[in-house]
T-cell receptor, first 111, second 115 residues
Framework: QKEVEQNSGPLSVPEGAIASLNCTYS??????FFWYRQYSGKSPELIMS????GDKEDGRFTAQLNKASQYVSLLIRDSQPSDSATYLC???????????FGKGTRLHILP | NAGVMQNPRHLVRRRGQEARLRCSPM?????VYWYRQLPEEGLKFMVY????????ESGMPKERFSAEFPKEGPSILRIQQVVRGDSAAYFC?????????????FGQGTRLTVV
């Protein structure tokens, strides 16, 4: 069964530090990887997509993909209290295969 | 470009009634997901559809739940004879028709309360 695994947390990080969120996936055929942010009581919001090995940067966010290790990570630089949320990792193959979500990691930025 | 639209945002039903949740995907998107989420829990996959076709319904309960995505109009998640345990947030997400990407965008959700 295809799975995406994340540490549930909570992960506590001081304001201004780097938050590192990790995720592993079981299906080697996965081609697309996503990070979503979900605030309490709100819907998930797509913040990063990554398709190739290596790093992809967008503002304070960097997604890292290592297909050989089946590992995806999200780094948040200069963490802010507003980054406190649950972060969901997801993996997909193609349009005929559903996206698989992890259960999410709760991140708490300490002021 | 309007995002994924779900309605109603809040729905209250008495036990035994039917609940109909609607989802209009983003313009140009051909695929729709439905998820259920209980407070403080993860997203639970229910069904994945394209227009006039169910691709994967492995997460749908065998009874009382059905979903459709007709050629015209929104996708509908229908729950018959609701019970208290159906109370949850139901999220719809849509994705475009691309071979290489499955990124999905979520609507605001429908909060169903069964009394």
């Amino acid at each position: 069964q295809k799975e995406v695994e994340q540490n549930s947390g909570p992960l506590s990080v001081p304001e201004g530090a780097i938050a590192s969120l990790n995720c592993t996936y079981s299906d080697r055929g996965s081609q697309s990887f996503f990070w979503y942010r979900q605030y309490s009581g709100k819907s998930p919001e797509l913040i990063m997509s990554i398709y190739s090995n290596g790093d992809k940067e967008d503002g304070r966010f960097t997604a890292q993909l290592n297909k050989a290790s089946q590992y995806v990570s999200l780094l948040i630089r200069d963490s802010q209290p507003s980054d406190s949320a649950t972060y969901l990792c997801a993996a997909g193959m193609n349009r005929d295969d559903k996206i698989i979500f992890g259960k999410g990691t709760r991140l708490h930025i300490l002021p | 470009n309007a995002g994924v639209m779900q309605n109603p945002r809040h729905l209250v039903r008495r036990r035994g009634q039917e609940a109909r949740l609607r989802c209009s995907p983003m313009k140009g998107h051909s695929h729709v997901y439905w998820y259920r989420q209980l407070p403080e829990e993860g997203l639970k996959f229910m069904v994945y559809l394209q227009k006039e076709n169910i691709i994967d319904e492995s997460g749908m309960p065998k009874e009382r739940f059905s979903a459709e995505f007709p050629k015209e109009g929104p996708s509908i998640l229908r729950i018959q004879q609701v019970v208290r345990g159906d109370s949850a947030a139901y999220f719809c997400a849509s994705s475009p028709l691309r071979e290489w990407s499955t990124e999905a965008f979520f609507g605001q959700g429908t909060r169903l309360t069964v009394v």
